[in-house]
C-alpha cells in the first residue's frame, strides 16, 4: 500500500530546507561568495558522509534489504566525483590529508548506527542530500565556476551526474520507487523526521565553515 512518502517527504522537509538555505555559509554561497578554502573543506566533510551512505547502502543491497535496495540507485553516487574535486583542491595527497569536522564525524556516525538498527530510515537522508544535490546541482555549479574562476569540469565533478541523461524523468522515476517502497505509514513518519535530522547535520557542518 503506498502511503505516498514522496510528497510526505517534500512537504514534511519544507521548513528544514528553509532554514538550510538562510545558514550563513549557504546564504553567502547563493550570492556568489565562495571562499576556496571553506569550499573544499565542505567537499572533505561531504566525503565522510557520502563514503559512510554509499557504503552503508551497497552493503545492505548486497544482503537484499527490501526497502534500502530499492533506492540504490547507482548513478547517483558522489564519492568517486567528489575524489577528483578533492585531488583538484589538496593534491596527490589528498586522502592522506584530510580530517572529517566534529558536525561531519557525527553525520557519518549517525548514518553508520541507522544502517545497522533501522534501515529504513537511510530513505530520508538518501533523499535529503541526493536529490538535493541533484535540484541544485546546474546552478551550484554555476556559482562555484564563477566566484573562483573556474573552466570546465575541473573541481566542479560534485555538481555533475555524467550518468543522468534527463533530471526530470529521472525524478519521476525515484518518487515512483519512494511510493513503491514497503513500508507503512508509522515507518514513513520516521523516516520523514530523520530527513529533518539529516537537514540538521547539513545545517551543523554549514555552521561550523
Keep these: 500500500m503506498s502511503v505516498d512518502l514522496a510528497r510526505q517527504l517534500r512537504e514534511g522537509t519544507q521548513k528544514s530546507h528553509t532554514m538550510a538555505e538562510n545558514t550563513g555559509f549557504i546564504s553567502c554561497f547563493l550570492k556568489g561568495v565562495v571562499d576556496k578554502s571553506s569550499y573544499r573543506n565542505l567537499l572533505a566533510d561531504l566525503y565522510f558522509v557520502y563514503c559512510a551512505m554509499e557504503e552503508e547502502i ?118 515512483e520507487t519512494m511510493d513503491s517502497l514497503p513500508i507503512d505509514q508509522s515507518m514513513a513518519d520516521l523516516i520523514v523526521e530523520e530527513a529533518n535530522l539529516a537537514f540538521k547535520f547539513n545545517m551543523d557542518i554549514f555552521n561550523e565553515l
Design 58 to 175: 551497497s552493503r545492505l543491497t548486497a544482503e537484499g534489504h527490501p526497502v534500502v535496495s530499492s533506492i540504490d540507485f547507482k548513478e547517483l553516487n558522489r564519492r568517486e566525483n567528489i575524489e577528483k574535486d578533492l585531488l583538484f583542491y589538496f593534491g596527490q595527497e589528498w586522502a592522506n590529508t584530510l580530517e572529517a569536522s566534529s558536525p561531519a564525524k557525527a553525520y557519518a556516525a549517525r548514518i553508520h548506527k541507522i544502517s545497522k538498527d533501522q534501515p529504513e530510515l537511510l530513505i530520508g537522508h538518501h533523499y535529503s542530500r541526493y536529490i538535493g544535490d541533484l535540484s541544485g546541482g546546474k546552478l551550484l555549479k554555476t556559482i562555484t565556476e564563477k566566484a573562483m574562476n573556474l573552466s570546465g569540469d575541473e573541481g566542479l565533478y560534485f555538481y555533475l551526474f555524467e550518468n543522468i541523461e534527463d533530471e526530470k524523468a529521472f525524478k519521476i522515476k525515484y518518487r
